[in-house]
């Protein structure tokens, strides 16, 4: 009944699905899978876009001149917006941006704001299911915007096919985004307020640096003077951008390339986070008897090898019960 929502384009349904993601329950990844093999392989392919940048820089707004641009070409746009967690509630601090309200009686517009769950690169492990999801139903636009951008803030170019780092004119010059170390992983850049003045020393900064950092024949990274706030000036040109990008990633392989890389950095991230809990039931389960000596070391990574050890007899033992008809039968009961 679920996946008949889901694909009807249920709006409510597309919400429980994310949260199911979001606490990880059983069964999500087969139906992802299971709405992913039902795609014909003529339907468009979902476009991954990351915008990320300073607090301040407009990253919202811009989101919101794209979103109106996409759907008047006709294209369904999902919009993650990833902020900081509660440490209180485990919630997203800053909830759904008020500043896209605007399309939320759009059926082609979805609007999720998902916490970063205490990752330093900004995006979650859940982050990177629903883009999954949204993929799997068709989704032509999903557009992931991170809390900020810093040295450990680079997580955002591995789950996107597209990264848009926005800067402003108050950002400062060219050898400040080096040390935010962000050059490496912008294929466009926005200089968002351009209307603000310095704007064409940093766009010029900007374009002396990338021409520096990448070599002849590969992607030459744009950088577009724009004003998102009255959502008209250098938002087309952006689009464009996006688009010639993702041409070029189809035609070098790097597409292809990206999207491996992505499934097996997630698949990193969940074999983490099933060990991570596994651990914690293991040591801070309530009423459990005493811990036995190789996991009350003062030796953290001696513990760590015991709780392994322990988690890889647990799924041995798993796997020979499923082997053994008689326990499958007794299970089944």
């Not at 935010?180 to 940093?202: C, H, Q, S």
């Not at 993702?246 to 060990?275: C, K, M, N, T």
Request: negative net charge.
């Amino acid at each position: 009944m679920e996946k008949e929502r889901l694909l009807a384009g249920d709006t409510r349904a597309l919400a429980r699905a994310i949260s199911a993601i979001e606490m990880r329950r059983p069964g999500t990844g087969d139906l992802i899978e299971e709405l992913a093999s039902g795609r014909s392989g003529t339907d468009s392919p979902t476009q991954i876009i990351g915008l990320t940048g300073p607090p301040g820089s407009g990253k919202s707004t811009l989101a919101d001149g794209l979103t109106e641009l996409w759907r008047t070409a006709g294209r369904r746009v999902a919009i993650l917006a990833v902020d900081p967690n509660s440490p209180f509630t485990g919630g997203a601090i800053l909830g759904d941006r008020v500043r896209m309200q605007r399309h939320a009686l759009d059926r082609g517009v979805f609007i999720r704001s998902m916490g970063s769950r205490g990752h330093l690169g900004g995006v979650s492990l859940a982050t990177r299911g629903t883009v999954r999801l949204l993929s799997a139903l068709g989704w032509e636009m999903v557009l992931v915007e991170t809390v900020g951008v810093g040295q450990s803030e680079l997580e955002i170019c591995e789950i996107a096919d597209s990264v848009v780092v926005v800067t402003t004119p108050a950002a400062g010059d060219g050898v400040q985004v080096i040390k935010a170390g962000i050059t490496e992983i912008a294929d466009l850049f926005a200089v968002n307020k351009a209307d603000l003045p310095g704007v064409d020393r940093v766009v010029r900064e900007l374009r002396d640096l990338v021409r520096t950092h990448r070599e002849e024949g590969v992607w030459q990274v744009p950088v577009i003077p724009t004003v998102g706030a009255n959502g008209a000036a250098g938002v087309q040109e952006l689009a464009a951008a996006l688009d010639q990008h993702r041409i070029h990633l189809v035609s070098s392989g790097a597409q292809a390339a990206r999207a491996e890389r992505r499934l097996q950095d997630e698949v990193v991230e969940l074999v983490g986070a099933y060990a991570a809990d596994f651990a914690r039931q293991l040591l801070s389960a309530p009423g459990r008897e005493p811990l036995p000596e190789e996991l009350r070391s003062a030796n953290p990574e001696r513990v760590a090898e015991a709780v392994l050890r322990r988690l890889a007899a647990e799924e041995s033992k798993m796997g020979a019960a499923d082997r053994d008809p008689e326990v499958s039968d007794r299970r089944s009961q």
